[in-house]
């Protein structure tokens, strides 16, 4: 793992977001009238783009699902993005790879201004040169959009760009713009997910991650 340029997603590979966004959705629904008291049942709205989950998990259609996101953000750029935890051990591993020479950027779905807020909020802002997401009216929720446009911004090579994140999303989207990827199994998901996108390097938790990166 001897790239220079580190992309890393935010949700499950950065912090632990788990109650701020499922207590967000649970807000969401109850505002549509659905009652959803077991907040675990909500965790696989952890990662995908909220829209096309909030359609596939609950079959809204487009204009519904939009109803159920602006009632997520109501609560969530108040209270969810602030009921978050960094993960043991990233901040240690942000200033080691700063240490290095690497040059780091977050590129997550979420919405920009609410991945900014959280980096400054957890202080761990300072450790990225840029931090990209989504825009509220729904672009570049999609990673592979989202890396392209990353990539273009920084006029990166990609052979020279590693992908690190949780999901299935992060790995797809890598792998359709030439990038490496990283799959890490401490985030939200499935070691079963993830090994079907095939990805270069799967480590199972943080200090697994700082070891590879370390010896490279």
Same mark, same amino acid.
């Given at each position: 793992?001897?790239?220079?340029? !580190? %992309? @890393? $997603?935010?949700?499950?590979? *950065? ?7 499922? /207590?967000?959705?649970?807000? #969401? ?55 978050? !935890? %960094? @993960? $043991?051990?990233?901040?240690? *591993? ?7 020479? /690497?040059?780091?950027?977050? #590129? ?109």
């Amino acid at each position: 793992m001897d790239q220079h340029t !580190l %992309l @890393f $997603d935010l949700d499950g590979t *950065l912090t632990d977001p788990r109650e701020g966004i499922t /207590r967000s959705i649970q807000f #969401a629904l109850a505002r549509l009238g659905i009652d959803e008291p077991d907040l675990c049942r909500l965790e696989h709205f952890i990662g995908p783009p909220l829209l096309q989950a909030f359609m596939q998990f609950y079959g809204f259609d487009e204009a519904r699902a939009w109803e159920a996101v602006n009632h997520y953000r109501e609560r969530f750029k108040t209270t969810g993005l602030y009921e978050n !935890l %960094l @993960f $043991d051990g990233v901040l240690e *591993l942000l200033e080691a790879l700063g240490a290095q020479g /690497r040059t780091l950027y977050i #590129a997550t779905s979420k919405p920009s201004v609410f991945a900014r807020e959280i980096a400054r909020h957890f202080a761990f802002d300072r450790h990225f040169k840029v931090i990209y997401g989504s825009e509220l009216d729904g672009t570049r929720t999609n990673k592979v959009e989202l890396i392209a446009h990353l990539l273009a911004e920084e006029q990166l090579d990609p052979r020279q760009a590693l992908m690190i994140g949780d999901r299935k999303h992060d790995l797809i989207g890598a792998k359709l713009n030439g990038l490496k990827s990283v799959a890490v199994g401490y985030g939200f998901g499935s070691y079963e997910e993830l090994m079907a996108e095939s990805p270069d390097h799967y480590v199972a938790t943080l200090a697994e991650l700082r070891a590879a990166l370390d010896a490279s």
